[in-house]
């Protein structure tokens, strides 16, 4: 078992930047793949980015790339969603997730098995 807290949402404007962490406990933190997903009011929960157990890869979605960076520090089981140059559909309630996806699965929101509360992100225009 895997129990995920994030943090650090909150409502910023256009072209701010926000740090989001997820602190872990109750398991081997660095056994999983960490990813952030998100879900917008009446849309899905998307695929943010991803990291895999050693850190040593990431992969983002599109809409981020360039924007967003995801780190993790094994030793205080926590993973990090640094955002830059927010933009206003960056709204969403942001999730982080704990899994041992495969590669081609990293994307996909089945492929983790333990997910946190969620933090609210609001980018105003």
């Known amino acids: 078992q895997v129990q995920l807290v994030e943090s650090g949402g909150g409502l910023v404007q256009a072209g701010d930047s926000l740090r989001l962490s997820c602190a872990a406990s109750?398991?081997?933190?660095?056994?999983?793949?960490m990813a952030w997903f998100r879900q917008a009011p009446g849309k899905e929960r998307e695929f943010v980015a991803t990291?895999?157990?050693?850190?040593?890869?990431?992969y983002y979605a599109d809409s981020v790339k360039g924007r967003f960076t995801i780190s993790r520090d094994n030793a205080k089981s926590t993973v990090y969603l640094q955002m830059n140059s927010l933009k206003p559909e960056d709204t969403a309630v942001y999730f982080c997730?704990?899994?041992?996806?495969?590669?081609?699965?990293?994307?996909?929101?089945?492929?983790?098995?333990?997910w946190g509360q969620g933090t609210q992100v609001t980018v105003s225009s």
């Open positions: 997730a704990a899994g041992r996806p495969v590669l081609s699965a990293i994307r996909s929101s089945a492929s983790y098995y333990y």
């Open positions: 109750g398991s081997t933190f660095n056994s999983y793949g």
């Open positions: 990291i895999r157990v050693s850190g040593g890869h990431t």
